[in-house]
Nanobody, 119 residues
Framework: QVQLDESGGGLVQPGGSLRLSCAAS????????MGWYRQAPGKQRELVAA???????NYADSVKGRFTISRDNAKNTVYLQMNGLKPEDTAIYYC?????????????WGKGTLVTVSA
């Protein structure tokens, strides 16, 4: 089992920044992928960004150039730096963990943290 502990959500004005953190604990595989999904009201959950244990990253087109995903393998922690936030970024953000180096299959989910972008 893997537990994911998210933090960093909140209310921010358009154009502002937030940083999300997700610490993984438990039976961590040395080769894995971690990432962030989000789900807005009335919409399907979508992949925002992912990073493998080797450092390969991928992003949703809607966040490229604004969001940056990074990780500290020693701490089993993944970060999502979100800059230039827009109202359409408002959603619950979920940390995700895969036991293989791809987000094609998510094995564990965090409980989610709410990000609200509003004036």
């Amino acid at each position: 089992q893997v537990q994911l502990d998210e933090s960093g959500g909140g209310l921010v004005q358009p154009g502002g920044s937030l940083r999300l953190s997700c610490a993984a604990s438990g039976s961590i595989f040395s080769i894995n992928a971690m990432g962030w999904y989000r789900q807005a009201p009335g919409k399907q959950r979508e992949l925002v960004a992912a990073i493998t244990s080797g450092g390969s990253t991928n992003y949703a087109d809607s966040v490229k150039g604004r969001f940056t995903i990074s990780r500290d393998n020693a701490k089993n922690t993944v970060y999502l730096q979100m800059n230039g936030l827009k109202p359409e970024d408002t959603a619950i953000y979920y940390c995700a963990y895969s036991i293989i180096p791809t987000m094609a299959l998510v094995n564990y989910w965090g409980k989610g943290t709410l990000v609200t972008v509003s004036a």
